[in-house]
Protein backbone atom coordinates (compact mmCIF):
# COMPACT_ATOMS: atom_id res chain seq x y z
CA UNK A 1 0.00 0.00 0.00
CA UNK A 2 0.89 3.51 -0.31
CA UNK A 3 2.02 5.90 2.88
CA UNK A 4 0.94 3.39 5.51
CA UNK A 5 4.31 3.40 7.57
CA UNK A 6 3.95 5.58 11.18
CA UNK A 7 6.54 7.75 9.75
CA UNK A 8 4.40 9.16 6.33
CA UNK A 9 2.83 12.49 6.64
CA UNK A 10 -0.49 12.89 5.49
CA UNK A 11 -1.48 12.50 2.09
CA UNK A 12 -3.59 15.54 1.47
CA UNK A 13 -1.82 18.57 2.99
CA UNK A 14 -2.36 22.53 2.45
CA UNK A 15 -0.42 25.29 2.62
CA UNK A 16 -1.36 29.34 2.73
CA UNK A 17 1.83 30.00 0.47
CA UNK A 18 1.36 33.83 0.71
CA UNK A 19 0.87 34.42 4.90
CA UNK A 20 3.95 31.30 5.57
CA UNK A 21 5.44 30.82 2.11
CA UNK A 22 6.80 28.22 0.16
CA UNK A 23 5.10 27.28 -3.09
CA UNK A 24 6.43 26.98 -6.73
CA UNK A 25 9.98 28.23 -5.44
CA UNK A 26 9.92 27.30 -1.70
CA UNK A 27 10.00 24.23 0.27
CA UNK A 28 8.04 21.16 -0.58
CA UNK A 29 9.72 18.15 -0.06
CA UNK A 30 7.69 15.31 2.69
CA UNK A 31 7.67 16.53 5.95
CA UNK A 32 9.29 20.03 5.84
CA UNK A 33 7.12 23.11 5.81
CA UNK A 34 4.22 24.72 7.40
CA UNK A 35 2.26 21.81 5.41
CA UNK A 36 -1.36 21.57 7.44
CA UNK A 37 -4.50 19.62 7.24
CA UNK A 38 -6.47 22.94 7.69
CA UNK A 39 -5.37 26.19 6.90
CA UNK A 40 -7.43 29.46 6.64
CA UNK A 41 -7.23 31.86 3.70
CA UNK A 42 -8.80 35.03 2.57
CA UNK A 43 -9.43 36.57 -1.29
CA UNK A 44 -6.04 37.55 -3.12
CA UNK A 45 -4.01 34.41 -1.11
CA UNK A 46 -2.59 31.50 -2.99
CA UNK A 47 -2.62 28.32 -1.65
CA UNK A 48 -0.92 25.33 -2.62
CA UNK A 49 -2.32 21.43 -2.04
CA UNK A 50 0.40 19.10 -1.36
CA UNK A 51 -0.14 15.26 -2.60
CA UNK A 52 2.29 12.33 -0.91
CA UNK A 53 3.42 9.49 -2.07
CA UNK A 54 5.24 6.53 -0.52
CA UNK A 55 5.14 2.92 -1.66
CA UNK A 56 5.16 1.09 1.92
CA UNK A 57 5.02 -2.65 0.33
CA UNK A 58 8.57 -4.42 -0.81
CA UNK A 59 7.74 -4.32 -4.51
CA UNK A 60 7.86 -1.91 -7.36
CA UNK A 61 4.75 -0.63 -8.36
CA UNK A 62 3.83 0.50 -11.89
CA UNK A 63 1.35 2.75 -13.72
CA UNK A 64 1.36 5.08 -10.33
CA UNK A 65 -1.55 7.94 -10.58
CA UNK A 66 -1.72 10.96 -8.45
CA UNK A 67 -5.47 13.17 -8.36
CA UNK A 68 -7.16 15.87 -6.68
CA UNK A 69 -10.40 17.24 -6.35
CA UNK A 70 -11.71 19.93 -6.79
CA UNK A 71 -9.89 22.18 -9.68
CA UNK A 72 -12.47 24.98 -8.92
CA UNK A 73 -13.96 25.70 -5.51
CA UNK A 74 -17.17 27.90 -5.21
CA UNK A 75 -18.53 26.35 -1.67
CA UNK A 76 -20.00 28.75 0.89
CA UNK A 77 -16.50 28.90 2.64
CA UNK A 78 -15.61 25.24 3.10
CA UNK A 79 -13.40 24.38 0.52
CA UNK A 80 -12.51 20.29 0.79
CA UNK A 81 -9.38 19.07 -1.06
CA UNK A 82 -9.72 15.25 -1.70
CA UNK A 83 -7.45 13.40 -3.36
CA UNK A 84 -4.68 10.41 -3.43
CA UNK A 85 -1.75 7.97 -5.15
CA UNK A 86 -3.20 4.67 -6.66
CA UNK A 87 -1.41 1.56 -9.30
CA UNK A 88 -2.23 -1.10 -11.11
CA UNK A 89 -0.86 -2.92 -7.94
CA UNK A 90 -1.19 -1.09 -4.85
CA UNK A 91 -4.37 0.12 -3.04
CA UNK A 92 -5.25 3.61 -3.27
CA UNK A 93 -4.40 6.06 -0.54
CA UNK A 94 -6.81 8.83 -0.12
CA UNK A 95 -6.91 12.10 1.81
CA UNK A 96 -8.33 15.15 2.24
CA UNK A 97 -7.46 18.99 3.27
CA UNK A 98 -9.37 21.73 4.28
CA UNK A 99 -9.11 25.65 3.66
CA UNK A 100 -11.58 27.65 5.18
CA UNK A 101 -12.69 31.35 3.67
CA UNK A 102 -14.47 33.90 4.48
CA UNK A 103 -17.85 33.61 3.21
CA UNK A 104 -18.52 33.78 -0.92
CA UNK A 105 -15.26 33.24 -1.87
CA UNK A 106 -13.46 30.76 -4.54
CA UNK A 107 -10.71 28.84 -4.86
CA UNK A 108 -8.97 28.31 -8.65
CA UNK A 109 -6.68 25.93 -9.83
CA UNK A 110 -3.33 28.38 -11.28
CA UNK A 111 -2.46 26.75 -14.43
CA UNK A 112 1.35 25.94 -14.86
CA UNK A 113 1.49 25.88 -11.04
CA UNK A 114 2.18 21.94 -10.79
CA UNK A 115 5.30 20.86 -9.51
CA UNK A 116 6.87 17.42 -8.31
CA UNK A 117 9.49 16.13 -6.12
CA UNK A 118 10.28 13.01 -6.63
CA UNK A 119 13.05 10.73 -4.72
CA UNK A 120 13.28 13.23 -1.76
CA UNK A 121 14.69 15.90 -4.35
CA UNK A 122 14.14 19.30 -3.32
CA UNK A 123 14.54 20.10 -7.02
CA UNK A 124 11.14 20.53 -8.99
CA UNK A 125 9.90 19.35 -12.05
CA UNK A 126 7.22 20.95 -13.61
CA UNK A 127 4.16 18.80 -14.95
CA UNK A 128 3.16 18.71 -18.69
CA UNK A 129 -0.12 17.37 -19.01
CA UNK A 130 -0.88 18.70 -15.28
CA UNK A 131 -5.23 19.05 -16.26
CA UNK A 132 -4.62 14.95 -16.02
CA UNK A 133 -4.27 15.67 -11.94
CA UNK A 134 -7.82 16.56 -11.77
CA UNK A 135 -9.49 13.44 -14.22
CA UNK A 136 -10.91 10.29 -12.56
CA UNK A 137 -7.67 8.95 -14.57
CA UNK A 138 -5.50 10.77 -12.96
CA UNK A 139 -1.74 12.01 -13.65
CA UNK A 140 0.46 9.51 -14.23
CA UNK A 141 3.83 9.55 -12.59
CA UNK A 142 5.02 6.02 -13.81
CA UNK A 143 6.93 3.52 -11.49
CA UNK A 144 7.50 4.00 -7.83
CA UNK A 145 9.86 1.65 -5.97
CA UNK A 146 9.89 0.36 -2.00
CA UNK A 147 11.62 2.76 0.43
CA UNK A 148 12.29 6.01 1.83
CA UNK A 149 14.58 7.11 -0.85
CA UNK A 150 11.28 6.90 -3.87
CA UNK A 151 9.24 8.99 -1.81
CA UNK A 152 7.65 12.57 -3.01
CA UNK A 153 5.34 14.75 -3.72
CA UNK A 154 2.96 17.18 -5.93
CA UNK A 155 1.78 20.63 -5.01
CA UNK A 156 -0.27 22.66 -6.92
CA UNK A 157 -1.17 26.17 -6.37
CA UNK A 158 -4.41 27.83 -6.14
CA UNK A 159 -5.75 31.73 -5.88
CA UNK A 160 -8.31 32.69 -3.41
CA UNK A 161 -10.79 35.11 -5.00
CA UNK A 162 -14.26 36.62 -4.64
CA UNK A 163 -17.03 34.89 -5.81
Known sequence: ????????????????????????????????????????????????????????????????????????????????????????TIDRSEGYAIVMTTPFEKVTFIPGSVRIYKHGSPTAYQVQKEASLFTEKGLSIGAISPGWDFQGTLSAEFVVSDN
Request: hydrophobic share 40%; charged share 15%.
Open 1 to 88: MFNTDEKDIPTIMVLNVSKEGGGINGISQPGIGNWKKFIFADAGDTIAVQIYFHNSTLYRTDSATLSLLPKRSTADNFHAFVGGVAST
